[in-house]
């Protein structure tokens, strides 16, 4: 018999049994997700155990028969394995692409169905934001900011966000239907359970690192305001599921000032020219004159010239010299951020 627990139902039936493992395997490892997980591989089972009340059925195709119907779901999800819609009535999702795939199609298909059932959370984490903005252009911002993100999420729950007009990032656009930074700001203003689903289904993973695809159209950023940038800063704070979210910056956002004085550490790449000295001298005489300049008072300068090549895959840039660097950093990170929370206790 299935444990009954409290919580919207999502019961997937397969008689294929490896597949059904395997699927119950990964969404069962899974944060947050807003049903319980019911799996069933023998039609039997399923008709004895589920007598009504399920909201999620997903039913692979050589397992869906009539009594499927019985069971009154009130969503019904098919899994397609010939593409071939047989069916009126149920959603088809293709059965072998990636079990990521699979998941954010159905939190998808969840969201359409009203209510999330997901349970409160109470904030459990300080999110720690840290800048990586310059002035001055080709001076390996983003590959600095990416080796960051990378070797914190081998401790730390990391969520790297890049702003940049042309991130340039072909590793993090797998797929040029993948949702992006502007279809997660379009439900900035939901309530936060729904913000967290929809959060979920743009997510992309590489390693133990989170990202969220950026805006493949740069014009996109420059329609978004000040209070937009903000309300999605508070929002993942108040979230409370990353401790370090990772702020790849470029000036081609309103508010990017208001943005960097939300950041506990700055950190600036430059070069050592003379035309990258007056970038880094204007953009510091602009911050006096608009009164931030208290931002210089957090950021940490560095070039990386010294730095002659950088590894052509995203995964090899924790190894190296870049990589050697940034580690210092975050140690120097660490023990100021320990310095901060020792002088707050006392």
Known sequence: MKEKAAGRIMVLFDTEEEYAQLMTDFLNRQRD???VLHTYTNGEDLA??????????????TAYCPKVQELAPACLVILSETGIKKWEGPVYVDKYQEAEEVLRTLLGIYMDMGETGLPRRIKNRRTVFIG?????????????????????????????????????????????????????????NADMDRFRLRLQTILQHKGGLDYVPPMRTGQNLLSVTREEWMGLLQKLEDLGEYEYVILDLSESMQGLFDILRKCARIYTLTREDRIARGKLLQYEQVLALYEYKDLLDKTRRLSLSHIRRLPEELEQLTKGDL?????????????????????TQN
Do not use: C
């Open 33 to 35: 997700l807003p049903w």
């Open 323 to 343: 990589a050697e660097l940034v580690k210092g950093l975050l140690r120097e990170l660490k023990e100021k951020e320990g310095e901060e929370e020792w002088n």
């Open 48 to 61: 004895g155990e589920e007598k009504g009340g399920i909201d999620l059925l997903v039913v692979s195709e």
């Open 132 to 188: 990586n903005y310059s002035p001055v252009r080709r001076a390996m911002q983003t590959s600095f900011a990416l080796t960051m993100s990378q070797l914190l999420a081998r401790e730390h729950s990391i969520l790297y966000l890049n702003f940049e007009h042309y991130a340039g990032i072909s590793q993090l656009l797998p797929d040029m239907q993948t949702l992006d930074l502007a279809d997660l700001l379009y439900f900035l």
